[in-house]
Each structure stands twice: as structure tokens, then as C-alpha cells.
């Protein structure tokens, strides 16, 4: 029988989250080891509130008794300045997606780069990282240049058409980790073909942006393919990069894998990630 201590409420704020897998994801889980969870979305414009107002809300979280909140665009750097406290790769990342509430206390947390670390590590065990290329330097680009270089990765090429965030990006990431070769460039047909992996994180291959990136006749067996976009789950990119007999990961891993790790910081509990994987594919093939 569940107890008190056995019962969790979790918000996730952002903009344009109603449709968000997350909130179902999670309640789902908490089903499945028999405690009450309740997670509901916070979306900032249907609450006519703006992306600022996320430190009120956490506060207005706290007092009524949440147990944490997902934070996710355009509010995962504003959110910094009303934590308590901060996880060291959130400090280091410069952004939190994730925030626990315990104790009086708000912790801040990044599940976005170690779901990429997980659903790397899990999904393409023993994947060479020694020459990365890394298409996209917006929105997850931070997070999952972060994981790669913390995976292991010993040269990180960062290419976007916004060649001044491309170099940001790599600068920030050569700070970080200055053991490791971090450079900024054009993922030409030189660099495809040079990669032992390529990661894909713009938003091409969505259903509202058709296409692949580069070319994929560029790709070898050789080669390991990572996608983000989880919308479809096979991309025309793991789609061309399987049929050319590459390894491939897809977008819905990362998805999965920064579910998996906030319900681990929200309970306590131990989440079944292949569980939650299958529930989160089975809602992409109903259409949610």
C-alpha cells in the first residue's frame, strides 16, 4: 500500500509543453512500482506568464508541496539565479532541466546530457569516440557536446550554419575539457567521412523539417550515427545510416534516458528504463 512518503508531484515548466511525452512517461513508472505520482505540465503561455516568472513558480512549487519540476525551454538558464544549490555538471553546463525540492532546498540538476551519456553508453556500447562530428550547435548541442567529451571523446568537431554559436560552443566545451581536441568547423564531406561517429542535433528530420543534414552516401559500415530529433524515432538519417550498415541511436533514447534520470532524483527509486523506453515508444506509434 503506498504511504505519504510514497507519493510524488512534479510540474514541468516551459513553453508549449502540453504535448510533452515527459508528464506521462513519468506517471506511468510511478504506476508500475505502485506509488502515487502525479506530474502535470506548466506551460507559461497558456498561464499567460512570462519565461522570467520561473523562480516564482518554484517558489509557489515549493510551498505547496512539490517534490521537484522538469524545467525546459526557454527558461534552463533563467532558472539558475533561484537555486539553492546546483549539481556540479549543471554548475558546469551553465543550465538545469532538472530541479528537486527537498529539505526547504532547490537542487538543480542536468538529465539532458546524462541521458545522452546513458543512451550512448547503453544504446552503442563501445562506440569509438575518438573523432566525433557534431552537426548542430543550439539547443541540446550544449548538453550533448558536454556527454561526448565526458564519455571519452578525444576530438569534437562542432558544426552549425551559425558559425559564431558553432565556436562559442566548442570554446566553452575546449574550458571544460582541455585535455580534449574541441574545434569548430564545416561538417563537409572531408569531416563525414573522417568520423568514427556523427551526432545529429538540429531539427532536421522533424516531420516539419524533412531532410538530413549532410548526405548520407557519405557514411561507412564503420561509423556509429547518433540522432536527437525523436519525432519520428527513425529519422530519414537512421534510417540511410542503418541501411548503409552503420550503428545507430536514435533521438528517443536521449529522450527516455533524462526521464529515466529525473525519476531517480525526484523519488529516490530506481526507474526500469527499458519499461519506460517501451511505454514511450508505444505513445510515439499512437501518435501523442
Not at 6 to 35: C, K, N, W, Y
Not at 129 to 150: I, N, P
Not at 249 to 265: K, S
Request: aromatic share 6%; proline share 5%; net charge negative.
Amino acid at each position: 500500500m503506498s504511504t505519504l512518503q510514497e507519493s510524488f508531484l512534479v510540474g514541468l515548466i516551459g513553453d508549449g509543453v502540453d504535448p510533452s511525452l515527459t508528464p506521462p512517461m513519468h506517471e506511468r513508472e510511478g504506476d508500475a512500482q505502485g506509488v502515487r505520482y502525479l506530474y502535470r505540465p506548466i506551460d507559461l503561455g497558456r498561464i499567460g506568464r512570462a519565461p522570467s516568472a520561473v523562480g516564482d513558480l518554484l517558489r509557489a512549487g515549493r510551498d505547496l508541496g512539490f517534490t521537484g519540476f522538469n524545467i525546459t525551454h526557454p527558461c534552463k538558464q533563467l532558472v539558475l539565479a533561484h537555486l539553492d544549490e546546483l549539481s556540479d555538471d549543471a554548475r558546469r553546463l551553465g543550465a538545469v532541466n532538472t530541479v528537486v525540492l527537498r529539505d526547504g532546498a532547490s537542487v538543480g540538476h542536468n538529465t539532458d546530457f546524462s541521458g545522452f551519456a546513458g543512451a550512448l553508453r547503453d544504446g552503442l556500447p563501445g562506440a569509438d569516440l575518438s573523432d566525433v562530428v557534431q552537426v548542430g550547435a543550439g539547443g541540446a548541442g550544449s548538453a550533448v557536446a558536454y556527454a561526448l567529451l565526458a564519455s571519452g571523446a578525444r576530438r569534437l568537431l562542432v558544426a552549425d550554419l551559425d558559425g559564431a554559436r558553432a565556436a562559442s560552443l566548442a570554446e566553452a566545451m575546449r574550458s571544460l575539457f582541455p585535455h580534449a581536441d574541441v574545434v569548430s568547423g564545416a561538417a563537409d564531406a572531408d569531416a563525414i567521412r573522417r568520423a568514427t561517429g556523427v551526432v545529429q542535433c538540429t531539427p532536421i528530420g522533424m516531420h516539419h523539417h524533412p531532410g538530413t543534414p549532410f548526405d548520407p552516401a557519405l557514411l561507412s559500415p564503420a561509423q556509429w550515427v547518433a540522432d536527437v530529433v525523436y519525432r519520428p524515432v527513425e529519422t530519414a538519417l537512421v534510417r540511410a545510416a542503418r541501411e548503409r550498415g552503420c550503428r545507430v541511436l536514435d533521438g528517443g533514447r536521449m529522450a527516455v534516458g533524462q526521464a529515466v534520470d529525473a525519476f531517480r532524483l525526484f523519488t529516490r527509486r530506481e526507474p526500469d528504463a527499458q519499461r519506460m523506453r517501451a511505454h514511450f515508444l508505444a505513445m510515439i506509434e499512437e501518435g501523442r
